[in-house]
C-alpha cells in the first residue's frame, strides 16, 4: 500500500493535517514514513507526526522532524492496526512562507 498525503501551509507557516490511513487486510502492518517538502526553495519545515490505531491500539510515539526543500526524510517504521489508523501531522516553515507544500508518503510493508 502506498499513499500519498500532501499538506499546504496556511498565510503564518504553519500547517496541521488529520488524514485516515486504512492498510488492507484484517492484521497488522509495519508503515515505513517518508517526507519531502517539495517547494519553494530556501525553505526549512519543523514538525511532528503521529501515527495511531483509531480504536487506540497500537499506539507510537510522535516523531519530531526537520526538513529543507526537496530533502526526503525517513521518519522510520511505525506498527498500524489492519483497518482504520490515524495520522496526524503539524509544523512550522522558517522563513514563515505560504503555500509551502509537504507530501508525505507512507508505504506499508509486512
Same mark, same amino acid.
Given at each position: 500500500m502506498k499513499q500519498t498525503i500532501k499538506v499546504t501551509t496556511d498565510a503564518s507557516g504553519a500547517y496541521s493535517t488529520t488524514e485516515? $490511513?486504512?492498510?488492507p487486510g484484517p492484521f497488522g502492518f509495519t508503515v515505513s514514513l517518508k517526507a519531502k517538502l517539495l517547494s519553494p526553495? /530556501? =525553505?526549512t519545515i519543523t514538525g511532528t507526526l503521529d +501515527?495511531?490505531? /483509531?480504536? #487506540? &491500539?497500537? =499506539?507510537?510515539d510522535t516523531k519530531n522532524f526537520? /526538513? *529543507?526543500t526537496g530533502q526526503e526524510i525517513d521518519l522510520g517504521k511505525? &506498527?498500524?492496526a489492519g483497518g482504520d489508523n +490515524?495520522? &496526524? $501531522? /503539524? #509544523? *512550522?516553515t522558517s522563513p514563515v512562507r505560504a503555500n509551502v507544500d509537504l507530501s508525505i508518503e507512507v508505504?506499508?510493508?509486512l
Open positions: 485516515m $490511513v486504512n492498510p526553495e /530556501a =525553505t +501515527i495511531n490505531g /483509531a480504536k #487506540g &491500539k497500537p =499506539t507510537n526537520h /526538513a *529543507q511505525w &506498527k498500524l +490515524i495520522l &496526524k $501531522v /503539524a #509544523g *512550522q508505504r506499508a510493508s
